[in-house]
């Protein structure tokens, strides 16, 4: 009997392309999908894929709403003044305690900002269950001389957050972002001193030693450690990498590392009134680590057949609808957008084992397959849980008493027109994530004449018509 195990269960898909693709393609993460008919709607990190989310940790804290007036079927305005204190777009954000994967270090403070995960601030609060000769393990707090980057109104990305172990030579450093490389330049006779160089693009910008392998080390002698001015804010620790050991051999000198921190040196900026394309910074907030911005001075409308940049890399989708009326108002969405190459995560909305019976769909699924303009796409994903308990369950391979196994997807075909509409309609369906076709369907549709033409000109030229008959 084949069975899957799971914790916490999310839907995932992986988009390798772009990893090989440097040309200027793009991958749009797109939110749930709401409507005008709905008057205040809100996408956090179960809704939205493109917010950070670390689902080991459970963290993520951002959220953007939209709250509409003057609604029609047709549209909605989403007002740059306040209503009760509050404008038509409202995106709030916080910081939350993370443990550094090399755990001794201790703990920063991550934030998701406009969909990207940035560093806050290192905190002082000891790790549990970790100890290291009696030390604080607050380590690169201690080490920081400032640790708090949002009291001058600036975060910076992570770039660098691993306990991945490495071996580094003289003649290969430990390669880490944005140009820098730490270098092994000696080693001593006892193999106890390393003597290491940071460069960064070629040209050297420190130097320092570490002793990991002698007795008793501590940390301060297993870590190499960086400080720089980040913007505003001085001598803030930007690298760490932590040493395991190093060793003198007769043609190279090798070490090996199993902790790795970087923070970028260039800040982005949270002053007050600071502009984000239609959004702004209204408020932060250094000691509760809180970002709020809205639209003020930038009215948005919502109409029919619009792609809007709405804050840096985060853009507003509406439909290209025929018909918008009391029963289909006209749909929207925001979206990431990413042009960057590289491998994107679609995720689903977070579950967890507590819920027996979960499905994903097009609105809960980014990954499946939907046109927002049609309305089109069926694919279901449902997972039915057994044998349920606080750290786990199982999705069987057999059928019970009549139910369902553990997973089950469907999906069904749906008629769509052609683009060129004289053409007809063919039937659509959304199958492992993608956009196939099924069969041509000989139904008239509006603007569907030629010459009083009445059977579907594709439809009709072709032999056979259903593929899935085959």
Request: proline fraction near 3%.
């Amino acid at each position: 009997m084949k069975k899957l195990t799971a914790i916490m269960l999310t839907a995932l898909m992986v988009l390798p392309a772009l990893a090989v693709v440097v040309s200027a393609q793009e991958v749009d993460v797109r939110g749930q999908v709401t409507n005008v008919g709905v008057n205040q709607f809100t996408w956090n990190n179960a809704n939205f894929a493109g917010f950070y989310y670390d689902i080991d940790k459970n963290l993520g804290a951002e959220t953007l709403t939209f709250s509409l007036s003057d609604s029609t079927p047709t549209g909605a305005t989403l007002s740059d003044q306040e209503n009760n204190g509050v404008r038509g777009i409202v995106y709030k954000t916080e910081a939350q305690l993370k443990n550094f994967k090399y755990k001794p270090w201790g703990r920063y403070d991550v934030i998701g900002f406009l969909a990207d995960k940035y560093f806050a601030a290192y905190d002082s609060n000891v790790t549990p269950d970790v100890t290291n000769a009696g030390e604080s393990v607050a380590f690169l707090y201690d080490k920081s001389k400032n640790r708090n980057l949002m009291t001058n109104e600036q975060i910076t990305k992570v770039l660098m957050d691993d306990n991945k172990e490495m071996t580094i030579t003289s003649a290969n450093p430990l390669k880490l972002a944005e140009g820098y490389e730490l270098a092994i330049k000696q080693i001593d006779t006892d193999g106890n001193k390393a003597y290491l160089e940071l460069s960064k693009n070629g040209q050297v910008v420190d130097s320092k030693v570490v002793q990991p392998s002698i007795t008793n080390a501590k940390m301060a002698d297993q870590t190499y450690y960086y400080k720089v001015a980040i913007g505003d804010t001085k001598d803030i620790l930007q690298i760490a990498v932590h040493f395991k050991n190093a060793f003198r051999g007769a043609d190279t000198n090798i070490a090996t590392v199993d902790g790795e921190f970087q923070v970028s040196d260039t800040p982005t900026a949270l002053k007050s009134e600071q502009q984000y394309d239609k959004m702004s910074i209204r408020n932060v907030d250094a000691t509760n680590m809180a970002i709020t911005m809205d639209n003020k001075d930038n009215q948005v409308t919502l109409s029919k057949n619009k792609d809007v940049v709405l804050m840096q890399n985060i853009y507003i989708k509406t439909a290209d609808q025929d018909t918008m009326d009391a029963t289909t108002p006209l749909r929207y969405y925001v979206y990431k957008k990413y042009t960057e190459p590289g491998s994107y995560e679609l995720r689903g909305t977070v579950t967890d084992v507590g819920k027996n019976t979960f499905t994903w769909d097009n609105s809960t699924f980014a990954g499946f397959y939907y046109d927002i303009d049609k309305n089109l796409g069926a694919e279901q994903l449902t997972f039915t849980l057994s044998d349920a308990t606080a750290s786990g369950a199982t999705l069987t391979d057999q059928e019970v008493n009549g139910a369902p196994r553990g997973v089950v997807y469907k999906t069904v075909a749906q008629p769509k027109a052609f683009k060129f509409k004289p053409w007809g309609q063919y039937e659509v369906i959304g199958f492992l994530a993608d956009r196939y076709f099924a069969a041509y369907d000989n139904v008239q549709t509006a603007g569907m004449t030629a010459a009083g033409e009445t059977v579907p000109f594709l439809y009709d030229k072709s032999k056979n018509r259903n593929l899935m008959t085959n």
